[in-house]
């Protein structure tokens, strides 16, 4: 049974930073690319950054040079260091299991999400 299990979420005032982290259990994690999404209230969910099973990442416009996507295969884990935080950040942030067809593509794979709440 596949699980993605997100964590690192929480409230952090503007200017600030976080790192989420997601685990991933059940499949080969090392051969699937891995996304992260967030979504907003009243808003579709976003791909905010996405990594390759060789490290090649891409990243959402509105984020590039503040996140940073990672992945550890030894930890089956995936990260997305979070700097310089803007109110319009806050959003639930979801971990995806995906695959390449010239862009990143997501599974069904989702993990639950964890809350960024960015405010002074």
């Known amino acids: 049974q596949v699980q993605v299990v997100e964590s690192g979420g929480g409230l952090v005032q503007p200017g600030g930073s976080l790192r989420l982290s997601c685990t991933v259990s059940g499949t080969a994690f090392s051969v699937s690319p891995m996304g992260w999404y967030y979504q907003a209230p009243g808003k579709q969910r976003e791909l905010v950054a996405s990594?390759?099973?060789?490290?090649?990442?891409n990243y959402l416009d509105s984020v590039k040079d503040r996140f940073t996507i990672s992945r550890d295969n030894a930890k089956n884990t995936v990260y997305l260091q979070m700097n310089s935080l803007k109110p319009e950040d806050t959003a639930v942030y979801y971990c995806?299991?995906?695959?390449?067809?010239?862009?990143?593509?997501?599974?069904?794979?989702w993990g639950r999400g964890t809350q960024v709440t960015v405010s002074s």
């Open positions: 990594i390759t099973t060789d490290g090649s990442t």
């Open positions: 995806n299991i995906g695959w390449f067809d010239g862009s990143y593509q997501p599974t069904n794979y």
